[in-house]
């Protein structure tokens, strides 16, 4: 019963934690850089940015209601993108976008298989995944960088970057918190057991959330061809990081579960976007960004991770 | 009560989880040579006080003299040291290590020479303390993963009484032991008693109870209510004190008649695998089908393959229409329900909120359209909790704080509310006070009226016997014998079949 | 709780302390996406950098960015969202340009490029077009190519064997292009190619078959190199094959033991851009001039101009040590305060691209 207490607390401050990590940072960058954090340009940068990171961490947090994890997110947005590249140049830049889409699908659902076929941890099997794609970007654009045609370049506009952003924060929560799939998903991650003698195909559901994630990925290979115009083999190197940054400030346990929560994932990116535009902003130097970075992943990962759950879970 | 008597003695205890208050002023005392039996429904407190005196988790205020002296340990090791040992009702050994690392396990250094672990002479000093309390068929060598539930109890047994303990906490413990290991557990009691050290002794079941304890000490909610010699004992006064009200001692069925429906809902044919070897049976509409035997008898597999989670080697289970179980998913379209006897590890989610666990086996009915709404699933859990009164603060209250008669009421609620025909019930009574058991016989009651299904699997006889309209027992996986109601059957005749 | 609030409450104060004296008043501000260590070039970088800040008045930002299109366009956005005056870019692809173009011609940021050349027409017209883009500094792959090629024809060798990269890769296709001009004034021949390693053993194993194939091979030219210790491998093997004094080892870029590759006296002519950073100093250079609205012109009046970069062809162990010795001190200067007063056209009207060229091509170091 002394679990009951102590968890309730924990719960308590993580529902708060969030608030008070964005408040946090919105208010001491607002204050040093005068304002210049809601500049027009401030905030172009920002939603540039950020769109990468929400996307990513939306993923991220149906994986982590399930207990699950995929570290291959960036290098399958960067396999999305040559894809894209490539059938921009070689057919039109109409049927790359679908292509970049379905090869991202076509990932997460490979990474599903593996996961729910062999039950292999899903951080080990991502990881390996990662290697993989890693290789299969070079391969594709011969170690170099490839450039789609111009006209490419037009499809980044302002209303697809916006379209995607609502599109995201709607569909996200409404999945998540407001239908069968998202309250199935954090049961699994909950307690697979109890969900499967339920009668519940929990399997399915995680295959289901890798292709969600993995069209995600597809989406943003699309997006990162369309806004530089180029394929490099080291496009979307950060995406994994930044959202899983984004994830932890968002108070999303890794260990899965009902304390799941969507908002987390728009809070948490909310929270990253703007502390690095803020300190971009205030030009702090690029090992202090680093330092500061890391130092913040590590608190959240401190006040994300419940540890108490961790036994009854895995 | 003499003072010099007087082991230890515990005054004016207060602990509060949040809101819930767990002791309200709670004193009571041991005297030497004394087993005192602490009883109380779930969340009365017993086991809240009994961890404090162990000092796994402190009081909020109150005081414990150990013989006359102020007592107040730190921590556990400090327990120790006073001569207090707790047998915890939970599992508290490690699969991975040998049974002698998890007798010693967190004294190691005291058989390290020389900078090594010295694993022989661990062995021989484990060995020796399986023979000292009668469990010498367990060898100290061998992986803890490799022995049965009941073995590793035993195990713990030994730890706690490696240390010579003067006082001794048991907790629920003889719930997961059969007849040999609770004669085992009785026999150290037995001898710690002529020794003059003292035993606290918590269980479910009352008959338990009056027949190894001296004295009963009972808590309801936090608060200490009365002390009763053994002279005094008598089941309906316990039972009163205890839930506040007066139960009734005849709470199973009353009617002698068994179930007369042909109409057969699910049939296990010729079924083998792992513990179990050719078993057949129908199940009828409107009968309860209890199924008896020993812990390791094959009985809980049974429940598991019924509901399509375990495939069977050889056979196949079949809905009434003649559909094969193959997974939980078809049995859940035949309106099959299943509660496992580990109910905490699988049946619910601990962690998750009431509503989450009631409302899972049926977002496909509560949804409106793609959506699932909070209105519409609180209406549910009115809906399928009606009748069983679960004791909560709202929907959103986790699982894992609430008793395990309460947890039991929620897993039913589940099914209810999913609206199933079949239900199997594996120990649906296993660690719940008698006030929530009886709900639980009641609504067996009402579900058979209404044309419902059930196996109860059971490792209480009095049960399978005081429900069922036939009783099958199964002995190393066979069915070893049927019974009627009509037969009127006690647990002698049962036992036969079972060993 | 408390333990929570505590370590949040820590994070901000070392975060607040960080942030803490980072806002200046300087008269511009430049950002350039090089960090400001790891490597002594990226040192002598910020020494310079330093120097500049001192006789301009602005202030020169080494930036957090990754090199990647994606990485490269944050690095656009951000500063000028964090509102720098200019800017310097090295591009990874020609199609991130046209959005760079846009971006500071609606920030009024003057921009331009180091390290790299535009090579799609369109994109190059385009870009030039913007009255911000002030050009680019890069280095001349098919001069690298030819020099050495010039240098192995005029040492007399007919034959010769090229590592390479895998076909494709811009550079070393526009310095095997020089070279081959450098093959057919001097006569020479390429008896042996081997490309793509991923290895030093790969070097190895192609020098092998080099000599074995061809007993009048006259040099082995290391076009490109991608891997460490791939001209340590050729010296060995052919020390190993006991062809050394027939046999020699000629590259571009400077190896990482030029000192010991020119002692063991088969590396023989070495030929690279002097020192990495030296092309981003004349870069920023420029785009000073332009954001002080003196830009540099070109011969017909543009403000877009081009300057190739200072290579160095060293030839002698002597060289090479002295080489090592300067560009090994993070203190190093490439100018002094009057020469870069010199190339700012508010001081000097007669600065150009063409004189700018003049002093990077009679560059000497030290």
Known sequence: MAKTDTKQNKISFQNIFPFLGLALILVLFTILTQGKLFSRAALKSTLNDGLYILMGTAGFTFLCAEGEMDFSIGYNMGVSCAVCCLVANAVNIYVAVPAAILTGIVIGLVNGLIVTKTHIMSMIATMGMMFILQGLVLVLLNGSVLQAPLTMLKMYTDPLKIFLLIATVVLGYLLLEKTKFGRVAKAVGACPEAVRQTGINSDRIKLITYIIVGGICGILGFVSLARTGSATNSTGGTLMFNALCATLMGAVPLTGGPTTKFRGAVLGTLTISFLVTGMTLLRISATNQQLIKGLIFLVAVGVSFDRKNMKVIK | ??????????????????????????????????????????????????????????????????????????????????????????????????????????????????????????????????????????????????????????????????????????????????????????????????????????????????????????????????????????????????????????????????????????????????????????????????????????????????????????????????????????????????????????????????????????????????????????????????????????????????????????????????????????????????????????????????????????????????????VIILKEGKISGEFTREQQLTELMLIDYMV | MKKNVLATMTTAAAAALLLAGSVSAADFTVAIPLPESGITSFEIMRTNMDQLEELTGGEFINALADLTPDGTLSFVESQVAAGVDGLIIIPPSDSILPTVTTLCEEAGVYWGISMRSITNPDIKEMVEASPYYIGNCYEDEYASGYNCGKWMGEAGYKKIAIISQAKGDTTCDTREEGLAQACEEYGMEIVGESRGHSQASDATQATESFLASNADLDAIFVVGSAVTGEHEAVIKAIQDAGREDSVSLVTVDFPNDMVADFESGILKYSFGPFCLTYDPEIALIKLVNAIKETPLTTADGSTVTSNAMKVLGIDNVEDAKEYVEVLGNPAYLFFSDDEINNMMVWNNPDMNEEALQEIVDNYTIG
């Open chain 2, 1 to 470: 009560m003499s003072d010099e008597n007087l082991l230890l003695k515990v005054e004016h205890m207060y602990k509060s989880f949040g809101i819930t208050k767990a002791l309200q002023d709670v004193s009571f005392g041991l005297r030497r040579g004394q087993v005192l039996g602490l009883i109380g429904e779930n969340g009365s407190g017993k086991s809240t006080v009994t961890s404090i005196i162990a000092a796994l988790q402190p009081a909020d205020s109150g005081e414990m003299f150990l013989e006359g002296k102020p007592y107040a340990p730190k921590n556990s090791v400090e327990a120790q040291e006073h001569g207090i040992a707790m047998i915890l009702q939970e599992k508290g050994t490690f699969d991975l290590l040998t049974v002698a690392k998890n007798i010693f396990v967190g004294k190691e250094e005291r058989f390290v020479r020389h900078g090594f672990l010295d694993g022989k002479a661990m062995v021989r000093e484990a060995q020796k303390a399986l023979d000292t309390i009668g469990a010498d068929d367990i060898r100290a060598e061998k992986p803890l993963a490799s022995l049965n539930f009941e073995e590793r109890k035993l195990v713990e047994v030994a730890r706690a009484m490696y240390n010579d303990p003067t006082i001794l906490v048991v907790d629920e413990t003889t719930t997961a032991l059969s007849r040999n290991g609770r004669d085992i557990l009785y026999k150290i009691m037995e001898k710690m008693k002529s020794e003059g050290k003292s035993v606290i002794f918590i269980s479910h079941d009352l008959d338990e109870i009056m027949e190894v304890c001296d004295t009963v000490t009972i808590l309801r909610d936090g608060i200490y209510i009365d002390t009763i010699e053994k002279k005094d004992y008598e089941p309906a006064l316990l039972r009163r004190l205890m839930v506040g009200r007066e139960v009734s001692d005849h709470y199973y069925r009353t009617d002698m008649e068994s179930c007369k429906n042909p109409e057969v809902v699910l049939r296990m044919d010729h079924v083998s695998c792992k513990d179990v070897k050719d078993v057949s049976f129908e199940l009828h509409k409107g009968e309860i089908l209890g199924f008896g035997g020993l812990g390791d008898c094959g009985m809980h597999i049974l429940g598991n393959v019924a509901f399509g989670l375990t495939d069977p080697d050889l056979g196949k289970v079949t809905a009434g229409d003649g559909t094969v179980i193959k997974n939980s998913q078809v049995a859940m379209s035949k309106k099959i329900a299943y509660i496992s006897k580990n109910r905490d590890q699988e049946t619910l989610m601990v962690s998750c909120s009431i509503k989450d666990n009631v409302c899972l086996a049926s977002y496909d009915k509560i949804k409106k359209g793609p959506f699932v709404f909070k209105k519409d699933e609180n209406q549910f859990i009115k809906e399928s909790s009606e009748g069983l009164e679960i004791k909560m603060r709202d929907t959103d209250q986790y699982v894992m704080e609430l008793s395990g008669g309460n947890k039991q009421k929620v897993a039913l609620a589940k099914w209810l509310g999913f609206g199933a025909d079949i239900f199997i019930l594996d120990c649906p009574t296993r660690g719940i006070d008698i006030g929530v058991k009886s709900n639980i016989y009641q609504l067996m009651i009402r579900l058979r009226e209404e044309g419902k299904s059930i196996i109860m699997i059971s490792e209480e006889l009095a049960e399978v016997i005081g429900m069922s309209d036939r």
